[in-house]
């Protein structure tokens, strides 16, 4: 562990609001999870079935991805295949150019979640091409307000307290600050709004594919 890592941590323990920030997200999880168990009473069989069906896709991946790269494409969908994460980017910016990058006003993306997009820094690539990219997930969207990574892979804004959410969107969204959480949701739901109704482009993570009929979920 890197000495910059360690002052990292130090500086992070040290930090009140976000110490208090983790303690709330963390009880309203675990009250959450205790809340959606209770309305599954087969949960711990649901769950040893899903554990099931992951092994047994992993013992048998380049199989079922063939499967299910051929349903996709059986339904429509254009498949592109990368090797690596430049290529990954090098794909996506020839889309964007193909819809019409460099105009003015600069080629809108309406991006949803996205882990991978993340581990390969595609926003940063996209917006040095002259591409204006917008996370249209509340969390995503408030970290990217911020200039900062999401910090959970679930909750990218678990770090930030509402008092931060009412002073970023009195700073960037023109608002009067409050902490009022619907008030803040319903600000950001109006500039998102606006950006799913005139995006280019929309870009959306994928949570899970079904190979045996190439569905995206």
């Known amino acids: 562990m890197s000495n910059e890592f360690r002052t990292r941590i130090r500086r992070s323990l040290a930090n009140d609001n976000l110490q208090s920030a983790l303690d709330a997200n963390t009880e309203r999880r675990l009250a959450g999870r ?11 069989e649901r769950r040893r079935k899903a554990h099931a069906i992951k092994a047994g896709v992993v013992a048998h991946l380049d199989e079922v991805l063939a499967q299910f790269l051929g349903k996709v494409e059986a339904n429509g969908i254009v498949v592109h295949r990368a090797a690596d ?50 996370e249209t997930d509340l969390g995503e969207y408030i970290v990217q307000l911020r200039h900062e990574r999401p910090s959970h892979i679930i ?5 930030l307290r509402r008092a931060d959410v009412g002073r970023l969107f009195e700073e960037k969204l023109g608002i009067p600050y409050t902490e009022d ?31 045996e009929t190439g569905t995206l979920c």
């Open 34 to 44: 205790a809340a959606a168990l209770a309305s599954l009473p087969d949960f711990e």
């Open 85 to 134: 994460a430049d290529e990954a980017v090098k794909i996506i910016l020839k889309i964007c150019e193909s819809v019409g990058a460099d105009r003015d006003p600069p080629l809108l993306v309406a991006k949803s979640k996205s882990m991978v997009s993340e581990e390969i820094d595609l926003n940063h690539a996209l917006e040095a091409a002259g591409v204006r990219v917008v």
């Open 155 to 159: 909750t990218p804004a678990v770090h």
């Open 181 to 211: 959480i619907p008030v803040l949701t319903n600000t950001a739901r109006k500039v998102l709004r606006q950006v799913f109704l005139t995006a280019d482009v929309g870009f959306s993570g994928v949570n899970f594919g079904v190979a």
